[in-house]
């Protein structure tokens, strides 16, 4: 037990490495996945099948594959990612694909009546999606958005694995100083669950909260 | 593109271990399935049938899985509890009963809301021909909630074939750790993941029009 608590702070400075490998990866995967959700909505024919094509290899193939695949493939042909930047670029990839389909999903939930009647007060595309289509859809697009960050914070435990030092790593660092594996985990286990579970209570209040009847 | 040279001979040549990698993925996945029904069943019907008390217990079960790393889980099991319990288990076992856990606090949920959606009437039909509670349950409720939940169950299963990729952290022989295995002696990288992004694309694919095909032979309109 001692070792657990003496372990704390190196747990911490791993956390906080989780977290920063999180709020980037949800950055970089809302502002991109937002964009191209968008055009696979509104968008040619063309635009739609190319993201889609996309959307659908990525979440066809594990994470780790994709992880993998950018540490230790990009740089065969010339790219040299370091691993906590290859991390973040591994999992934005992935996470932008989820993004995609949240934003699509929330688009199309909206009733097209708004979109007509937007269209007859006179307003450009433009205009349209930002004063009524996304106040509307943001509602439909909050919840699994917020699952996904949960997601994600879940998911980044594999980046541990290209030897980026997240909560997950500085556990296995501790266990390999104390051979006590059974306290470190349980400590992390409750620092995961805290973590995913606040998210997740958060997104079904909000659910319940916007729905429409 | 840089001089890099594609060599594809290596991978080839050492092809079996992904072959039999890639069945034991689907093993892995279906074996857990099995299992994780099971215990995602007992405890739907628990949840559902026998009062408060139990829910609770249920409730944290399923958030705590639900909410940890696969990773951790997979450490956990492997390294974790045999540190304590004194024994030993094959890194195998130990994944199969991970992803059997994973899998049942998903399939509860699944379960639960497919009991819930058992039409009524139905059920009330049952109890005027004079089938008792097990009755009920085994011969109406549990297969037509099946049918119910066979889409949700096909997702799982796809998302648990994915998943078996993490066992390669164990070293449970799968199609992953054929990869690496292949990239920690030959080096070609790149090549290793051209050939088995495809294959769990293309395998994933194909269990899901199958799947779909029985869904759609087993639809029931709720």
């Known amino acids: 037990m001692e070792e657990a608590i003496s372990s704390i702070p190196h747990l911490i400075e791993g956390l906080s490495v989780t977290i920063q490998v999180t709020l980037l990866v949800v950055f970089f995967a809302t502002v991109i996945g937002v964009i191209l959700g968008v055009f696979i909505t ?68 909206i009733h097209f009546g708004q979109m007509e009647a937007a269209k007859s007060i006179g307003l450009d595309f433009k205009r349209r999606l930002i004063f009524v289509i996304f106040p509307l859809a943001i509602r439909r697009f909050l919840p699994p958005w917020i699952n996904s960050v949960a997601d994600t914070a879940k998911g980044s435990a594999l980046v541990s694995l290209i030897g980026v030092v997240d909560l997950m790593l500085a556990m296995q660092k501790v266990i390999g ?23 997740s209570a958060t997104s079904r209040k909000l659910e319940s909260k916007y729905r429409f009847n | 593109m840089t001089d890099y040279h594609f060599n594809f001979s290596y ?59 696969l990773l951790l889980l997979i450490y956990l099991v492997f390294y974790g509890i045999p540190s304590i319990g004194g024994f030993e288990y094959s890194s195998t076992t130990s994944f199969v009963i991970t992803l059997s856990i994973y899998a049942s ?13 058992v039409e009524q009437g139905l059920i009330d039909a049952a109890k005027a021909i004079g089938l008792n509670y097990l009755q009920r349950l085994i011969y109406v409720r549990i297969p037509t909630m099946f049918r119910i939940a066979l889409p949700s169950m096909s997702n799982t299963y796809i998302s ?12 449970v022989p ?39 095909q029985l869904e759609k032979k087993y639809r029931v309109d709720v």
């Open chain 1, 177 to 199: 100083r104390t051979y006590e594996p059974m306290p470190v985990y349980i400590v992390g286990l409750i620092i995961y669950v805290l973590i995913n579970y606040s998210l």
């Open chain 2, 105 to 117: 606090a998903y399939l509860i949920e699944v379960f639960r809301s497919g009991l819930s959606a």
């Open chain 2, 160 to 171: 648990l074939f994915k998943d078996t990729s993490l066992a390669s952290v164990i070293a």
């Open chain 2, 11 to 69: 991978i080839w040549k050492h092809f079996d271990r992904l072959i039999n990698g890639l069945l034991l993925s689907l093993e892995l996945a279906l074996i857990s399935i099995v299992i994780g029904a099971i215990i995602g069943l007992m405890l739907a019907i628990i949840y559902i049938d026998f009062g408060r008390k139990y829910k609770l217990f249920i409730g944290i079960y399923v958030e705590l899985i639900r909410n940890s790393p």
């Open chain 1, 42 to 109: 509104y968008g040619s024919k063309y635009i739609k099948y190319i993201i889609r094509i996309f959307t659908d290899f990525v979440r066809g193939i594990p994470v780790l594959v994709l992880i993998f695949f950018v540490y230790y493939g990009f740089p065969a042909i010339g790219l040299n990612l370091d691993n906590f930047v290859a991390a973040v670029v591994a999992l934005t990839i992935f996470k932008t694909s989820h993004v995609i389909e949240n934003t699509r999903g929330a688009i199309e939930s």
């Open chain 2, 174 to 212: 799968e199609l992953m750790y054929g990869a690496q295995w292949i990239n920690f002696n030959t080096f070609r990288v790149i090549e290793v993941y051209a050939v088995i992004t495809p294959m769990y694309l293309g395998v994933g694919f194909v269990i899901l029009v199958l799947l779909r």
